[in-house]
Each structure stands twice: as structure tokens, then as C-alpha cells.
Antibody, heavy 118, light 106 residues
Framework: QVQLVQSGAEVKKPGASVKVSCKASGYTFSDYYIYWVRQAPGQGLEWMGLISPRGGISTSAQKFLDRVTMTRDTSTSTVFMELNSLRSEDTAVYYC???????????WGQGSLVTVSS | ELVLTQSPATLSLSPGERATLSCRASQSVSRYLAWYQQKPGQAPRLLIYDASSRATGIPDRFSGSGSGTDFTLTISSLEPEDFAVYYCQQRSDWPSFGGGTKVEIK
């Protein structure tokens, strides 16, 4: 069965960086884009960007262009999202999610809570 | 930037009642719109894609309609497990989500 398993919760200080991992299994890793979506406490969903596991090409939403890096390791079927220059408003649950055959999200990771606090 | 606006923010209904949720796009997204359900502490779940197609395993009490800029998610008769937050998402442009509608027990 398809699974996306993310890394655990992190606590970071303002200005630091965080790198979240997402290990895929149960399907052909290179066949489906992976999205990153975040959700601040009590707030809605925010799309951050996507990566193509096949070629490693990524794109991100305008507001994250200069702060986010998405990469992948095909040998372990894992994608990574690194967010730099953290501020308190980056406190959120970060989800990786598979863009399925319908071209919408059909599977989600369990989420990784990132807390930014001094 | 393509903005999705959901209304109402909160819908207070009783089990068995009909729920009608709205999602309006700031420009046409054709039929490239999905609906997700999210319960507390869980990731969202895909309900409807391309405006009106039900995702695998979704009960037929959930239906979607609309095209262009105006879309509706209808839950024909609310079950206790349907009380949750619902989000719309478009893929006509770079993906974006609406702000959500909370369906709560009256």
C-alpha cells in the first residue's frame, strides 16, 4: 500500500533552517510528483511547492522562492524539503503529499510539526 | 494569483440534514477543482476531483458541481463522521487551497 512516512517533530530558533524528509513506498517513486503543503495551528492549507522525483526538478510558490529547497534521493525513495531563515510564522505542520493519477493529492504523509521559537 | 474563497466559514447543522458548501475562484479554473475533508489531527482526504468526480471509496452522499468560478460541495444527509473541515483546491494554475468551511454539529 502507498505510504509516505515523514520525519519527526522539530524545534528551531528564528533564523535557523529545518529539513523535513518524506520516504515513499508502495508505488513507483519516480512516477508521481510530490507536493509540500503546510498548515499553521488552527489555520488552512498552504501549498509550498512540488518536486518531480524522476528528474528532480522542483518549483515553489512565490512566497517561498528564496527560502525553500526541495530535493530527492531516488536510491531511498525519499524527498526532502528544507526551509531557511525560519521565523515564528513558519510554525506549522508540514505535509508531503503525492499528486496521484487524477492530478490531485491522493496520499498524504502523517505531517511533521515544526515549531519556531526563541 | 488565483484565490479561492470558501463560504460559509462555519456551517452548523444536525445529522441527517443537507450541507451545501461553496467555493468561488477569482478567475476561471474550468473544472479543475477538488474537495478535501480534514478531521482534527489528521491529514486531509480527497473527496471530489475535477469538480464532480468522486474519489475512490467516497460515499455517494458526497457530490460536487460547478465550473468556471463557482463550485459547490453537497453532502445529501450528514452522518456523524462528516462533521469536519472541508477545503477546495484548484489545479488550473499553481495549486492553491480555499480557506476552509467547518461543518459543525448544531
Amino acid at each position: 500500500q502507498v505510504q509516505l512516512v515523514q520525519s519527526g517533530a522539530e524545534v528551531k530558533k528564528p533564523g535557523a533552517s529545518v529539513k523535513v524528509s518524506c520516504k515513499a513506498s508502495g508505488y513507483t517513486f519516480s512516477d508521481y510528483y510530490i507536493y509540500w503543503v503546510r498548515q499553521a495551528p488552527g489555520q488552512g492549507l498552504e501549498w509550498m511547492g512540488l518536486i518531480s522525483p524522476r528528474g528532480g526538478i522542483s518549483t515553489s510558490a512565490q512566497k517561498f522562492l528564496d527560502r525553500v529547497t526541495m530535493t530527492r534521493d531516488t536510491s531511498t525513495s525519499t524527498v526532502f524539503m528544507e526551509l531557511n531563515s525560519l521565523r515564528s510564522e513558519d510554525t506549522a505542520v508540514y505535509y508531503c503529499a503525492r499528486r496521484g493519477p487524477s492530478e490531485y493529492i491522493d496520499y498524504w504523509g502523517q505531517g511533521s510539526l515544526v515549531t519556531v521559537s526563541s | 494569483e488565483l484565490v479561492l474563497t470558501q463560504s460559509p466559514a462555519t456551517l452548523s447543522l444536525s445529522p441527517g440534514e443537507r450541507a451545501t458548501l461553496s467555493c468561488r475562484a477569482s478567475q476561471s479554473v474550468s473544472r479543475y477543482l477538488a474537495w478535501y475533508q480534514q478531521k482534527p489531527g489528521q491529514a486531509p482526504r480527497l473527496l471530489i476531483y475535477d469538480a464532480s468526480s468522486r474519489a475512490t471509496g467516497i460515499p455517494d452522499r458526497f457530490s460536487g458541481s460547478g465550473s468556471g468560478t463557482d463550485f459547490t460541495l453537497t453532502i445529501s444527509s450528514l452522518e456523524p463522521e462528516d462533521f469536519a473541515v472541508y477545503y477546495c483546491q484548484q489545479r488550473s494554475d499553481w495549486p492553491s487551497f480555499g480557506g476552509g468551511t467547518k461543518v459543525e454539529i448544531k
